[in-house]
Every structure is written in C-alpha cells, then in structure tokens.
C-alpha cells in the first residue's frame, strides 16, 4: 500500500481466499430433493462426473410425500465441501442441503452382522452383543445374526470385537442423521 | 384443446416465433398443431443442425432457442447441440418426442433413454407422464432455460400424451422451490470488491459470456472507463466490450494476446466477471496469475471458486452488480494516476507483441489477411459465426467486435459444425442483420446439409470457406508437437464446394486473387441468397502467438 493517492481502505495483500478449502473430516450432507424420477440419477451422476466421492448413501421418504431425504456421507480431505454442495445446489430438484455440524447432530447407522459361531464361542458373543445393545435376530445351529444400531464408530468397534470370532457377512445401511434440538434439519 | 395445440400455445405465450426442429413418429402430432401455427418452422436436414440454429438464434437474438426432435434417433442426434449449450450457458428448449408411456422401458421402435443419455449435458430436463403437466412443463423450461445462468432444457414428451386433450391456461406463477437463482450481488461484497479496485495499481478486468447473457455490455463499460482498468475478454466474452478500444488488450488464453496473458501475469487484482477460468485461459493453473487476488463476479455460484481461489466472491447478475460497483468505486475518489506506471508497462507490451503474421510478397491468401479483408468487407459490423479450428482462432484475433451478440462461437466443447447451422439461426432471428459464417473445410462438412434448408428457406447467410486442404488446427498440434507426423488431417481437394454450393441451391465462388480478396468478398455479400465463399489459403500456416498445452501464460511462442 501507500502508494500516492491512493485511500488507504483495504489491503489487496490483507484478502484471504475463500472457499476450496479442505476440511480434512468427514461431512453428513442431509438433501431434501423432490419426489420425483431420475432425481438420485441426478445426484449420483453429478459426483461421478466431477470426482467426488460418496461413502455412504441412504435414501428415504420423509413425513411429507412430495419429498425425500438423501443423506449422504463424504471425506472432507478429499472434496472441497462447498464445490460440492454449490453443485449439487444447482440441481433443479434439490431443495435444501445441510452440511451437517457433528455436534449438533445425532447421526445413527443399522447394520447386520453374521457371525459363524459354534457352542464355544456363543457365550461370549452374546455378552458382547450386549454391551453394544445388539439385538439377537437370527440364531442357527452354526450361526447367529446381530443387528446393532449406533453411530458409525461404534459399528467400527463392534466390527472389531466380533470379527475375530468369524464373521460371514456384514450389512450396513449407511448413516442418516438429524439436527438436535428444536430446530429443523 | 389437444394438447399438441395446447404446446403451440406454451410456445406462442414464450414469444416464439421460430422454431428449428425435423418430425418423426414420435412427434408427428405436434407437427399437426405447427401445421397451421403462427409459428416459422425451419425444416433442417440433419437435427444436430437444428440444434445448433437453436443455439445461433439464441445467441444473436437474447432470446430462448426452440429444437424439436423426434425420439430415438432424433433425439440422440441432438446430444452435441444440448452439451454445447451447456459449455457455453445457450437457453435452449429441446422438446423431443417419446414412445408410448405403455412402451418405455421396453426397447420400443425408436425408443431411447432420452432422460439419461442427456442427463448430464442439460440445465434441466423433464419426461412428462401425464397430459395436464404439459404446460406448465413447458415454461418452466423457458423459465429455466433463460434465467440465473441461461442453459438447455429438455422435455421429452411420450406420444399419447399428445394426443390427449387438455385445458390451456398460459402458466404466470412460476416457483421452483429448488431453483432460485441469486441475481441481486451482496451490498457489503459489492463495496469491498471497490475497495479492492481501488487499492489495486496493476488491477485487469477479465470478462467472459456471462457479460453477454446479463446483458451488461454498456454497465461494463461504465466501470471500465470510470476507472480507467484494463480489460480482457475470453473467446467466449468477444463483444462483451467494443474493441478496438484503448482499454481493451485483445482475447486472453492460449491463442490471446502476449499483452492480455502478460497483463494478468503480473496483475495484483484480477475482476472475472461472468468467465470461468477455463483451462484455454489460465494455462498451467499453479503459475496462472500468481501475484493475483481475485474478485469473482458470477450469477453461478459453483464457478466462483471452482478452479481458482476467490478472495472475493459476488454472486449475482452482471448488470446489477456492475452499476453498484461502478457506483462505490466512484465514491473512493481513487487516484487515477496510480495506474500510470501500469499502462505504461501494458503499452510497452502492446507495442512491441501486436498480433502479426509474415505476409509475404506473393500472391497466396494468408489466412490472417483473410480475416482482415472480411473484416474490411462487411465494415466490421457483420454477425459472424465460426466453426472451430485455426480460422476460429483468426477470426477472433482479427475481427473486432464492436457490440455483444454478434460473435457466434462454440468456444466451450469447440464443436466442429456448429458454424454453418447457428449462421442460419442467427440470420432467421435477425433477417435485417449480415450474417457471415467463417468456417474450414473441415468444419463445414459437418452439417453442409444446412446449406439447402437455407436456400429452401431463403435465410441468406454468406459462408467464407478458409480452405487450407487440413484439419489445421490438429495438423498444426502436429506439426509442434507431434514431430510432423501429419496424421489423418490431410482432406485432399475434395469436395468442390463451389459445385456442392450449386447442388444445394447456393452460389458458390472461389477467390484466389489476393489483390482483389476485399473487393471480390463485397461482391459476394452483395449477391442476392445463400453464397458459399471458397478461399483457397495458405496450408500450413499456424495461429500465434500460443501458450503451448500445459505450459504457463507468460510463456507464449512464436
Ligand atoms: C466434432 C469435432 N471433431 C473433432 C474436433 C477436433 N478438431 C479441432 S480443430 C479441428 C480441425 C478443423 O479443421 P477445419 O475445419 O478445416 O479448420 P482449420 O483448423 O483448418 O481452420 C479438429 C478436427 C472437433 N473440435 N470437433
Ligand atoms: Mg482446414
């Protein structure tokens, strides 16, 4: 600056970027999109083209049948978060997107696991199962099947305790997450 | 009504007043209610055609182009026009015929997935499923079409549903909740972008389409001369600002000129207003413009940002943020004298790198001064359409656009036939205006077919053929990178285009006198109906100066 005659106002070297910036976390975007064909179409093929990619994607009605909501989960090391939301902005049937912040946010996934367990082991999958308030809903003579509900980090964990015992399959919705408190997500 | 009848009522309430479109089953019964319309259709050979005349006429006239295609086939043919209009924000409304509702889905004759295969090539798109959602379809598509950042829409209507019939009322109320386009430009933005201009001593104006499609060009002007900035504009941009202009420092990008590239190399604030930072402008991104700060003035949100940091970002309408800015930038009382030193280094730059070419002593027509003569010849006022390779870029370094919506150009997805038929559309938008169309020949041979629809229709536009035997622009790539390994570019002496003009009901001429180019070009623009101009030119002469691909802006050759 000073250069002569010039108002002394603002700092060219003082502005800061906005926008492209990595977040390096994950991100829930919750997208309120019309009822109507093609639009997941849309929305999937919008991240393709441009790169981005998805963790996980669910989809479902909400309590007004003109609508549904997608929620979907996306590495924030990797997309500049706000490139993708403009983007998906411009999508005409897309109402409303929130970037969800994590701690103002209940966020919980269901998953199934199929465990092969034989009569040694049962016990103490079980007692695990408890722990994580897992739900017993398929029980063979050479298996058992577990739904548990949570946040993604503790289907993680739960992963990890029951995998030593042998696990078959595994199932996962993908998160669904909604805003705390009084507020509308 | 019926409710083809009432799609002629949508189109007659949009202020349409021709349409470009060829019928198949799938939409006979909507050529039945244009049978009689009050509405010009232009009957074009190939639909890729009538989807570029869309386009043409949408860029001369500001208005929404119309297309019709019938399904399958016809539709599929217009995938080019509908990706091209979104590369360059063209609105443009595509309706296209479908089969049955009672087939889709089951490889009908002539079915084919309309919706998905332009999914990603369209603004917006719809496939109707019952008869009463025609109308108000259909203007939302205009709506769309022509607001926020101007674009195509598809409707895709199946057969039954046109032959239904429904109630028309014409549709005012429109509101789409999902699409609300930003247009107004925040106030406290507004006022810091001014700040910016002011502090800045070596600021550039970089002006693309956008300036265009606001409609801006005279508020542009204003702040241009208020603050006495430099400014360039991209391929895109030409006629956004009248050039030749002392402010003016020609095209930027890769074709551009040393001083453009140089000036937003050494630039300490770059204002985009209504361009995109296209890779044909920046070069190589990580050294584009490295001592710059950037104010970002677009009407679409996801531009601002996307390829280059935004220090500050406005997002908006071109002519409303220009005159606020024009305003508070006026107010600051700035110092004019701090952009001395600046110019002088701009003028310095002009000076010594102004667009050249060797024109030598004999008598072959350079392909620069053909332009030029063109240029000469229609007094530099003419529409003028091109297609895309070399005598694009010659076009765009040597003829000068004065006013906005007079370059048509396919500048985005560089579609090879776009020329010849956006010529015709652009001429039937605006019978009263000289619409030149400088293409290759290479170009031309892609949709050729367009020169009878114009003789059938009398839509007298004038072709000016720079004939250099090669797909020039790949043979000069060739020639600079490639080691010479001319590949598949020579095009031999074939076809005759002064025979082919004949046969399609054009008058063809063939110039080779250098001396008399000028005279014999005015010559030709005077002959009455469509005339087809063969300028045999100088084969292998390059486009200069050039930002060689993935090399930085300031270091241009030749
Ligand atoms: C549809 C299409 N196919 C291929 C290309 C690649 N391409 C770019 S320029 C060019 C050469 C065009 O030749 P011509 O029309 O004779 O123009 P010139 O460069 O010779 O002036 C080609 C093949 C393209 N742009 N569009
Ligand atoms: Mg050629």
Known sequence: MGEPGTPELLSLEELEASGGLRTGRKHILSILVENKPGVLTRIAGLFARRGFNIDTLTVGPTDDERYSRITLTLDGALHPIDQVTKQLHKLVNVLKIRDLEPAETVARELALFKLAVDGASRAEVLQICEIFRGKVVDVSRRSITVEITGTTDKIEAFDRMLRPFGLVEMMRTGEIAISRGRAET | ?558
Not at chain 2, 98 to 115: I, K, N, P, S
């Open chain 2, 1 to 558: 009504m019926r409710a083809v009848d009432a799609i002629v009522e949508c189109l007659k309430a949009e202020g349409v007043e021709v349409v470009f479109g060829l019928p198949g089953g799938a939409n006979i019964p909507t050529y039945d209610a244009l049978y009689d319309a009050d509405i010009r259709h232009v009957l074009v050979r190939h639909e890729a055609g009538g989807g570029h005349a869309a386009e043409g006429y949408a860029k001369a006239t500001g208005k929404v182009g119309v297309c019709l295609a019938t399904s399958g086939p016809g539709a599929t043919n217009i995938v080019t026009p509908i990706q091209d209009a979104m590369m360059d924000s063209v609105p443009v409304v595509f309706i296209t015929g479908q089969v049955r509702t009672d087939l889709l889905g089951t490889d009908g004759f002539q079915e084919a997935d309309v919706m998905g295969i332009t999914m990603p090539a369209v603004k917006h798109s719809v496939m109707l499923r019952h008869p009463l959602e025609i109308p108000r379809a259909l203007h939302e598509a205009f709506y769309i079409a022509r607001t926020g950042r101007p674009g195509p829409v598809v409707v895709d209507i199946p057969m039954d549903l046109t032959r239904a019939d429904i109630p028309y009322e014409p549709v005012e109320d429109i509101h789409l909740p999902g699409y609300q386009p930003t247009t107004e430009g925040n106030a406290k933005q507004i006022r810091q972008a001014a700040k910016a201009l002011a502090a800045a001593v070596r600021p550039v104006l970089y002006t693309g389409g956008g300036v265009i499609s606001a409609g801006a060009s005279d508020e542009l002007r204003e702040l241009v001369e208020a603050g006495g900035f430099p400014l360039t504009c991209t391929l895109n941009g030409l006629g956004s600002f009248p050039a030749p202009h002392p402010l003016w420092l020609g095209m930027l990008g890769m074709h551009g000129t040393r001083t453009a590239n140089y000036a937003m190399d050494e630039a300490d604030l770059i204002v985009a207003i209504g361009a995109r930072f296209d890779d044909r402008v920046t070069g190589k991104l990580s050294e584009f413009a490295p001592r710059a700060k950037f104010v970002h003035i677009d009407v679409d949100p996801a531009e601002i940002g996307k390829n280059v940091p935004a220090h500050i970002p406005i997002v908006g309408d071109a002519r409303n943020v220009l005159p606020r800015l024009t305003e508070e930038y006026r107010a600051l009382g700035a110092e004019q004298a701090r952009l001395e030193s600046w110019w002088q280094r701009i003028h310095a730059w002009q000076e010594r790198h102004p667009l050249r070419y060797d024109d030598t002593t004999d008598d072959e027509i350079r392909p620069q001064f053909m332009i030029e003569s063109l240029y000469r010849a229609t007094d530099g006022d003419a529409i003028v359409s091109v297609d895309v390779g070399q005598h694009q870029m010659w076009a765009a370094q040597y003829y000068h656009f004065r006013r906005p919506r007079k370059w048509l150009s396919s500048s985005g997805l560089g579609t090879m036939g776009f020329g010849l038929p956006a010529a015709m559309g652009a001429k039937a938008g605006m019978p009263g205006e000289q619409v030149v169309c400088i293409t290759g020949d290479g170009s031309i041979q892609m949709n050729i077919q367009e020169l009878a629809t114009c003789a059938q229709e009398g839509i007298d536009v004038k072709v000016f053929i720079m004939n250099n035997g090669y797909l020039g622009m790949v043979r000069q790539w060739q020639e600079l990178f490639w080691d010479r390994r001319y590949s598949a570019v020579d095009l031999g002496r074939w076809p005759d285009f002064v025979k082919v003009a004949e046969g399609m009901g054009a008058t063809g001429v063939r110039l080779s006198s250098k001396v008399t180019l000028e005279a014999d070009m005015r010559e030709a623009l005077e002959t009455p109906g469509v005339v087809v101009v063969d300028v045999p030119v100088t084969a292998e002469e390059n486009v200069y100066p050039m930002i060689v691909p993935g090399g930085a802006a300031r270091e241009m050759e030749g």
